[in-house]
Every structure is written in structure tokens, then in C-alpha cells.
């Protein structure tokens, strides 16, 4: 019988000792907790148009490029682009809505156009108006190497400053030897690439 209390006693005293572990473990244990926070900043607006069409999510622009010829001789039909004539296009990059520095490139696919073999890019100018016409190609023009350009539209306090007016001027030699044209209308692809600056 002794013995028997001795293990009782001992059983009781050794879940004691348990449960004095336990509600320690408890009293002694390290708080934690976690919340989910948010953090609220303002995305910079990308927002582009050549002239005047809103380039967002298009990959081709809807309204072409108008070609103004410029001059033509008396054997030229009015209006039309021949070897010996000279035109011009306009292109106006507005980031003017863009809140970043944006990089562009402008490439004119001259060289796919089979028809106009001896057509080449006179050069370019940055102009204020595009309603002025050309009558005649300027001299000192910003040179086309590979007919293409590229350029910065700097972030500017003043948006008028992040409109680009680029006229760019073709001139068709007289020396080039091309077969029949049978299409009248020749279309020119012009990529326009743009990249936010680092």
C-alpha cells in the first residue's frame, strides 16, 4: 500500500510538474501578431499622339500620314509624286499628357517600296507651325541616316515643349530607272517607336 501511494503521489506531483510547464509556456511566450498594409503611390501617365491620334493600345494609326507634293514640272500631272518631284510629311509626337521623358524613334521603310526606287529622305526640320506650306526644300536640314531619326521628349514643366513638329522632306531623282507603276497610290510605312528614358 505504501508503495501504491508512493506512485500515486509521484504520478501526481509529476503532472503537476506538467501542468506548472504548460501555463508557463503560455505566461512566457512570445507575442506576435500581423496585419496587411497598403501603400499608396501615383503611377506617371503614359500617354502619347501622333498627330493629333491617341497611340494607346494601337499598333497601326487609323488616319495615314498626309504627303504634300511641293513641286512638280509642267509634265507632272497636278498632285501627283513622279521622278523630279519633291514633297514633304508631317509628324507631331505630343507627350504632352506624359508624365516621364520619353525616348522615340521614327522609321521610314523608304527602302521596301520597290516603285520608288530613287526616292530618298532630303532631311528633316523641326517646325512650329504645320500649317505653314513648303514650297521648295530648305537648305540645312537635320540629316536621315538609314532614314531614320531618334530624339528625347524631356519632361517639361511647360507641355508645349513636349510637342514635337518634325517635317520630314522627300525628293524623287530623275536619274532612277523603275518599270510601269500600275497602283497610283504608293503607301510608305513609317514606325514611330517609343521608350520611357531610364
Known amino acids: 500500500m505504501a508503495i501504491r501511494k508512493f506512485k500515486r503521489r509521484n504520478a501526481l506531483i509529476f503532472l503537476f510538474i506538467i501542468a506548472i510547464m504548460l501555463s508557463s509556456y503560455s505566461s512566457y511566450s512570445k507575442y506576435t501578431s500581423s496585419k496587411v498594409a497598403y501603400s499608396n503611390s501615383k503611377v506617371a501617365v503614359w500617354s502619347i499622339k501622333v498627330n493629333t491620334e491617341d497611340i494607346s493600345n494601337k499598333s497601326v494609326l487609323t488616319n495615314n500620314v498626309q504627303f504634300n507634293i511641293m513641286s512638280n514640272s509642267a509634265y507632272i500631272a497636278s498632285g501627283k509624286f513622279a521622278p523630279t518631284s519633291e514633297g514633304y510629311f508631317d509628324i507631331v509626337l505630343d507627350t504632352s499628357e506624359t508624365e516621364v521623358t520619353v525616348n522615340y524613334n521614327i522609321d521610314i521603310k523608304l527602302d521596301t517600296i520597290t516603285s520608288l526606287i530613287g526616292c530618298t529622305i532630303a532631311g528633316y ?11 521648295n526644300i530648305p537648305a540645312n536640314l537635320n540629316t536621315v541616316e538609314n532614314n531614320q531619326i531618334s ?40 514606325v514611330i517607336t517609343f521608350e520611357q528614358q531610364n
Not at 526640320?125 to 514650297?135: A, C, F
Not at 519632361?155 to 517635317?167: A, D, G, H, I
Open 125 to 135: 526640320e523641326e517646325i512650329l507651325d504645320t500649317s505653314n506650306v513648303s514650297t
Open 151 to 190: 530624339g528625347t521628349i524631356l519632361l517639361e514643366e511647360n507641355t508645349s515643349e513636349q510637342v514635337k513638329k518634325l517635317r520630314f522632306y522627300l525628293k524623287w531623282d530623275d536619274d532612277s530607272e523603275i518599270e510601269n507603276i500600275e497602283d497610283s497610290n504608293v503607301t510608305i510605312p513609317i
